[in-house]
């Protein structure tokens, strides 16, 4: 059986030029969580410990993505090398039940390193694709989840979110609730903020530069922009009361964001440099929590107008606003996906639980069916994925899913009481 033909439900066919020859793949895309792909990742032939690392790291983007389960090391019949297909045993990796392997090679000179990694069809003998990367070793990590996106991009015509940034609230450094920014697969967690009080609702710029954040620092809830390095930080919107849920438009010249006037949310564009540009919302309801459209024509947010939280849609200058969520009372949190079809949000049905309503179709489908609390969804950069936090192993933790909820896979430990994430663009 092709290696693609093992991936299908919806058709696909690729013609993909690799360094030996060029390979046909003809495959059919199941999506995360349904039956995985085995896959073997050889550790890198060079650099002994450096190539180990980068066989680590891609190795759990993979399985992370729910389309792959990589194979035990310990059953690999065949060491790093060779790793061109004309040389490769490809029998010693089928008799292990690998249908793709991953081989190649790794250079360091000083700081620096060269990568070639290649993907192979074991049952066709043959390479579908390759990449090479080069740069400081400390962008290792980087390159591996790069070609982790690069697989997906190979057997399913779309690249995979991994080559990005996760932005969370968190208390693990103590009392204080602090910005924290990691990757996706975890093995690397920054600082943003240490300013010891409250910090929240982060969000990235469209150029996964910098975040905003409302902070209470000066003693009020004012929206700020902090660059990724945490150094420089600037104060946006300071109006006295909440200055809540900044949100870029995809642009970046607009921010979208709640300011709290007369004890009344309502919301707001102000430009990115924090000039108020327009009022969107007026009346005595609640308006918070905005959600651009990827094309920027659109802003969802949550309403109390009807007496309970509801997710609406409007134009981005205010007008012909619509209520979307009818299913439940209490529906909050929304976040558009960047392909335009869904969008996520919150509804309290027997706790708290992450939703996604198709704006076509109008379907809704539950994703974490009542596994405790589960609040604050965004997608990936790709849609195929939502980020959220929950609390069904105790204080909340972030959780990764499909949209479908079929693969639900825990990101940080419990007991940093994790919350508020926001899922970078792909990184430039």
């Known amino acids: 059986?092709?290696?693609?033909?093992?991936?299908?439900?919806?058709?696909?066919v690729l013609m993909l030029s690799a360094a030996e020859g060029r390979a046909q793949v003809t495959g059919r895309i199941v999506g995360p969580g349904a039956t995985r792909l085995e896959i073997a990742v050889s550790p890198l032939d060079g650099a002994k410990g450096v190539g180990d690392r980068f066989a680590e790291i891609l190795s759990r983007n993979l399985t992370l993505s729910g389309y792959f389960r990589?194979?035990?090391?310990?059953?690999?019949l065949e060491g790093s090398a060779p790793t061109d297909a004309g040389q490769i045993n490809f029998a010693n990796w089928s008799?292990?039940?690998?249908?793709?392997?991953?081989?190649?090679?790794?250079?360091?000179?000083g700081d620096s390193v060269s990568i070639e990694a290649r993907l192979f069809d074991v049952a066709q003998h043959s390479q579908i694709g390759g990449e090479?990367?080069?740069?400081?070793?400390?962008?290792?990590?980087?390159?591996?989840?790069?070609?982790?996106?690069?697989?997906?991009?190979?057997?399913?015509?779309?690249?995979?979110?991994?080559?990005?940034?996760?932005?969370?609230?968190?208390?693990?450094?103590?009392?204080?609730?602090?910005?924290?920014?990691?990757?996706?697969?975890?093995?690397?967690?920054?600082?943003?903020?240490?300013?010891?009080t409250i910090n929240l609702a982060p969000s990235w710029?469209?150029?996964?530069?910098?975040?905003?954040?409302?902070?209470?620092?000066?003693?009020?809830a004012s929206l700020y922009r902090a660059d990724v390095s945490g150094r420089n930080t600037r104060k946006l919107s300071?109006?006295?009361?909440?200055?809540?849920?900044?949100?870029?438009?995809?642009?970046?010249?607009?921010?979208?964001?709640?300011?709290?006037?007369?004890?009344?949310?309502?919301?707001?564009?102000?430009?990115?440099?924090?000039q108020v540009l327009k009022q969107l919302t007026n009346g005595a309801e609640i308006d918070v929590s905005p959600s651009w459209s990827p094309d920027g024509q659109q802003i969802a947010f949550v309403s109390s107008r009807t007496g309970t939280p509801q997710v609406y849609v409007m134009n981005a200058d205010g007008s012909s606003p619509r209520r979307v969520t009818f299913q439940g009372s209490y529906n909050t949190s929304p976040c558009w996906s960047p392909k335009g079809d869904l969008i996520a949000y919150v509804g309290r049905e027997h706790g708290f639980n992450i939703y996604t309503l198709n704006l076509k179709t109008n379907q809704v489908h539950d994703v974490t069916s009542g596994q405790g609390n589960?609040?604050?969804?965004?997608?990936?950069?790709?849609?195929?994925?939502?980020?959220f936090s929950s609390t069904r192993v105790g204080k909340p933790a972030l959780f990764l899913a499909d949209t479908s909820g079929q693969q639900q896979v825990q990101l940080t430990k419990s007991g940093g009481d994790d919350t508020s994430p926001s899922w970078s663009p792909r990184l430039p």
């Open 205 to 220: 710029s469209p150029d996964a530069g910098s975040l905003l954040f409302t902070s209470f620092m000066d003693g009020n």
């Open 1 to 12: 059986m092709r290696l693609q033909s093992w991936i299908g439900v919806v058709g696909l």
């Open 132 to 196: 090479r990367y080069s740069g400081s070793a400390e962008r290792l990590p980087q390159m591996a989840r790069r070609f982790a996106d690069k697989i997906m991009e190979y057997l399913t015509g779309e690249p995979g979110p991994f080559d990005s940034r996760i932005a969370f609230a968190s208390r693990r450094g103590g009392r204080a609730k602090e910005i924290l920014e990691m990757s996706v697969d975890g093995y690397d967690v920054s600082v943003i903020t240490n300013n010891r």
């Open 374 to 387: 589960n609040e604050d969804p965004w997608f990936s950069p790709d849609g195929r994925y939502l980020v």
């Open 238 to 274: 300071s109006g006295r009361g909440l200055n809540l849920g900044g949100r870029y438009s995809p642009d970046g010249q607009k921010i979208a964001l709640s300011i709290e006037r007369g004890g009344n949310s309502d919301l707001f564009l102000i430009s990115s440099e924090g």
């Open 70 to 76: 990589v194979l035990e090391p310990k059953a690999y």
């Open 95 to 109: 008799t292990i039940g690998a249908k793709a392997l991953v081989k190649g090679t790794i250079s360091q000179s």
